[in-house]
Each structure stands twice: as structure tokens, then as C-alpha cells.
């Protein structure tokens, strides 16, 4: 059996009260969005809920465009009848026969939107019920915890039953919560802290820092391919290119010592404040997970997240690595993160970064760096930026002031 219709039920947004209306727009936005290359759906819109009208298409299609749409709790295929008791009987007959494996218990829970409707819920919960059973030889009925539950929902015009529910991404629509600046890198963690991040509602802007010709052109594609595989939750993405070599190599020429870690990220999250203060974005996200690496532990992100100006939005902070590679892989930012391209954060590493370092001892360190304002100003200033888009399109600003 082919499903012909699409139940949609969304997600956490419908805790938000008298914003409801504004979040269901912008969910029912990003739907319309991943289903555009399907221009012959129909939408109805209900409270919580969106009914899409597949007319041909792919069942398959459309729910793999939907998994790429936050504020979304789950989608059902459904099928339509008549609003018909005998009609609504055999099609519900036919959906319990057509379930991949045979359940031992069932249910129905009818739902009469449709007041004319002859047949009030309860009494369709037995008439569909005892139908069902008399076609299926050996099932019981569970009104507890049955096996499938099959919803019948009498409406205006037609009747529709479905038995199946998919996860959907949940979280709230895109840009309902603000907007942050992901900073990028080439690894496992920033990656799914940017989905996170955006499955809150977070509208993103990315920085990637590159130490050319330390670090090799495909080092940066790898990262614009984590950046496009994001863009598909979004449509596109803006992404800023930091030129970090000149600041890297300065800093490593003045100091080699335990605290070159710490000095590197304070530097970073120095440049990333500005551009975020330039696009008028309200935090930085980060992919720390406390205790992974010696930047990591609590004293050394008290020591480089210090320089901020902005919130800093870490939600790996209490995740462990097997959780981690688990949403990477879901998404499909795992297989490009372990391509073996080397990023900045791995040059010029001492033999034994500091885990414990003391934010007085970095200050002064930096305070002998009289160079590294004007060069953090100049790599801010220089930025390169690219609008990443889902469709591999690409758009390029520059920053050079």
C-alpha cells in the first residue's frame, strides 16, 4: 500500500504559548521549503498539526526531505477513505495486513472531528475494531499497550487512519531563538554542536581558522562540505574564512612553552567576538566536551573563553564521545570529519599542554605580545566569506577593510 496523505506533528514549539502561532508559520515555512521540489503537495494547517496531500509522490521522497526540518516531532503516513463506515472498515483492514510484521494486539482510537458523521468515536473504536478482528486470525485487542495503535480521525470531508509514527528532528524552527557564530573546525565535535545549536532554533553564521600553507586547500573544503551538509537544515549558511597563519606564527615565535594552547584559542575566540559583533550575532557556539582535551578542562575554558564578550553556547559540554559520533553519523557529518586533512588547531602543539592553566600567568604572557591586537584586528578585518548552500552553491563576500 501506498500512503496517499502525510500527518505532520510538531514539535516543542507548541510549549510557547501565545507565540504558537508565529513558530507553527515558520516550522510550516521550512516544510514547504525541503518539499519544494514537489510542487503538486497540498497543505492544510491545523492546530499542532499539518495534513500534506502527497498526489503521486513518493512516500520515500518526501520523508527524507522532512528529517532535514527542525520544529517537526514526528510525521505519519496516512491514508485517506471515504466517509463511509464500510469504506473505513476494509481500508483499515487492509493497513493491519499490510504492517511489515503481524502484531499480536491492536487498538483503535477514533477521533470524530466531523460531528455529522453517524457513528460517535467510541462506537468506531468497536466497529472498525471488531472488523479488523474478524480479517486478522489470532489478534487481540489491547487497550493498554497495545502493539499498534490505529488512528482513525473522521474529518469534514474524508476519513484518515494511519498505524505508524517517524521521529522527526524536533527542536524549535530555524531562527526562532536568535542568531550565533559556530566556530567550524575540521573535527567530529563542531559539527554536531552547529546542529544542536540550530535544532534550539539558533540561526548560524560558521568561522573556520585555516593556517595556509601550513594546512592544505582540501583541510578547507573539508570543512565548506561540513558547512553544506549543515546548510541543509537551513537552506544556506554564511560562512567566514579567517586567514589565522600571520596571528598562529607570531604567537608561536614570541612563545613555545605548555600555555601555546591557550594562547592559540584566546586568540581565536578574540577574532570570532569581532566578526560576531560585525553580523550583529548574539553568542559564540563551541564544540568543547568537557575533560576530552587538555583545552577541555574547566580551568583552561575559564582561561580561554575569559576574552569573550558574547555567551558561549557549548552544548557537548556534558555529552561523551560514543553520544558525540552517534548524532555525527546521523547527520552525515561523520564521514567527512575523519577524512585525514589536517586543521590549525593541530599545528605548533607542545609536548604537554597545559590542562591547569593560570588565567594571570596567560595574562601577562599576552601582556608582552604587543603585536597581537593590530594582527587579531587585521584577521577579523580580512575575512573571506561564502554563503553555503545545500545545492553545493556558492556565494562569496569579502571583508577587507
Given at each position: ?104 494486539t491492536f487498538k483503535i482510537n477514533a ?240 609536548p604537554s599542554p597545559s590542562t591547569n ?45
Amino acid at each position: 500500500m501506498k500512503p496517499d496523505c502525510l500527518l505532520l506533528k510538531l514539535g516543542e514549539l507548541t510549549l510557547k504559548g501565545r507565540n504558537r502561532s508565529r513558530f507553527e508559520k515558520a516550522v510550516l515555512r521550512q516544510i514547504r521549503r525541503v518539499l519544494a521540489p514537489f510542487p503538486d503537495l497540498r497543505y492544510i494547517s491545523e492546530f499542532g498539526r499539518v495534513y500534506v496531500e502527497l498526489r503521486g509522490v513518493s512516500y520515500e521522497a518526501a520523508a527524507a526531505a522532512l528529517g532535514r526540518v527542525f520544529g517537526l516531532a514526528s510525521f505519519s503516513p496516512a491514508y485517506t477513505a471515504p466517509l463511509e463506515l464500510e469504506a473505513v472498515r476494509e481500508l483499515a483492514l487492509q493497513i493491519m495486513l499490510a504492517l511489515p510484521k503481524r502484531p499480536a494486539t491492536f487498538k483503535i482510537n477514533a477521533r470524530r472531528v466531523n460531528k455529522t458523521f453517524p457513528h460517535d468515536s467510541q462506537q468506531m473504536n468497536y466497529l472498525v475494531g471488531g472488523y479488523v478482528l474478524e480479517g486478522c486470525p489470532g489478534l487481540t485487542v489491547d487497550v493498554h499497550r497495545p502493539e499498534v495503535e490505529l488512528r482513525v480521525e473522521l474529518r469534514e470531508e474524508r476519513a484518515l487512519l494511519y498505524a505508524e509514527s517517524v521521529e522527526g528532528a524536533g527542536g524549535f524552527p530555524a531562527g526562532s531563538s536568535g542568531k550565533a557564530l559556530l566556530l567550524l573546525s575540521g573535527g567530529i565535535d563542531s559539527p554536531v554542536a552547529g546542529w544542536l545549536a540550530m535544532r534550539k532554533g539558533l540561526e548560524l553564521e560558521m568561522i573556520h581558522f585555516h593556517s595556509y600553507p601550513y594546512t592544505s586547500e582540501r583541510a578547507k573544503l573539508k570543512v565548506l562540505d561540513l558547512a553544506r551538509q549543515l546548510a541543509g537544515y537551513a537552506e544556506s549558511v554564511k560562512m567566514h574564512l579567517v586567514s589565522f597563519t600571520e596571528v598562529q606564527t607570531a604567537i608561536h615565535a614570541a612563545y613555545k612553552e605548555n600555555l601555546l594552547v591557550t594562547l592559540m584559542r584566546r586568540a581565536m575566540y578574540r577574532i570570532a567576538g569581532l566578526v560576531a559583533e560585525r553580523e550583529g550575532l548574539q553568542a559564540l557556539v563551541t564544540g568543547e566536551s568537557l575533560g576530552q582535551v587538555a583545552s577541555q578542562t574547566l580551568p583552561s575554558l575559564h582561561a580561554i573563553g575569559n576574552v569573550a564578550q558574547l555567551p558561549i553556547l557549548q552544548p557537548l559540554m556534558m555529552m561523551d564521545k560514543k553520544e558525540i559520533v552517534r548524532i555525527a553519523e546521523r547527520i552525515g557529518t561523520f564521514p567527512i570529519s575523519i577524512l585525514p586533512y589536517e586543521d590549525c588547531c593541530t599545528l605548533f602543539l607542545p609536548p604537554s599542554p597545559s590542562t591547569n592553566p593560570n588565567l594571570r600567568v596567560v595574562e601577562k604572557i599576552e601582556s608582552g605580545m604587543a603585536f597581537l591586537p593590530e594582527l587579531i584586528q587585521r584577521a577579523a578585518a580580512q575575512t573571506e566569506t561564502l554563503i553555503i548552500r545545500s545545492d553545493q552553491k556558492e556565494e562569496r563576500e569579502h571583508h577587507l577593510l
